[in-house]
Nanobody
Framework: VQLQASGGGLVQDGGSLRLSCAAS????????MGWFRQAPGKEREFVAF????????LHADSVKGRFTISKDRAKNTLYLQMNSLKPEDTAVYYC?????????????????WGQGTQVTVSS
């Protein structure tokens, strides 16, 4: 499985961005996907989770109500709609996939990772 993240950029405080993550390869092995982010000098942290074949989804408290994870299975693509962005959302955003459908916010539980896309929110 290969994951290619895109859609990052520079946006002002309060702005919006939509990230995409295209999956290729043996996509039948994907049962769940997630978004993580890593700010300079900080650990990579969980942002959102979605089951690939079901309706389960979950967002971290820090982004709940502002970010929305979604998927398009026909296009093998994961999305993250980010609204009301804040400077503290500035980070490299990574998409990830795992071979189990169970929810987990632990980055070590995801077998496949994209290369990351930079999101910068200016104040």
């Amino acid at each position: 499985v290969q994951l290619q993240a895109s859609g990052g950029g520079l946006v002002q405080d309060g702005g919006s961005l939509r990230l995409s993550c295209a999956a290729s390869g043996v996509t039948s092995s994907i049962y769940a996907m997630g978004w993580f982010r890593q700010a300079p000098g900080k650990e990579r942290e969980f942002v959102a989770f979605i089951g690939w074949y079901g309706s389960s989804l979950l967002h971290a408290d820090s982004v709940k109500g502002r970010f929305t994870i979604s998927k398009d299975r026909a296009k093998n693509t994961l999305y993250l709609q980010m609204n009301s962005l804040k400077p503290e959302d500035t980070a490299v955003y990574y998409c990830a996939a795992r071979r189990s459908l169970a929810y987990t916010p632990q980055k070590s539980d995801y077998e496949y990772w994209g290369q990351g896309t930079q999101v910068t929110v200016s104040s």
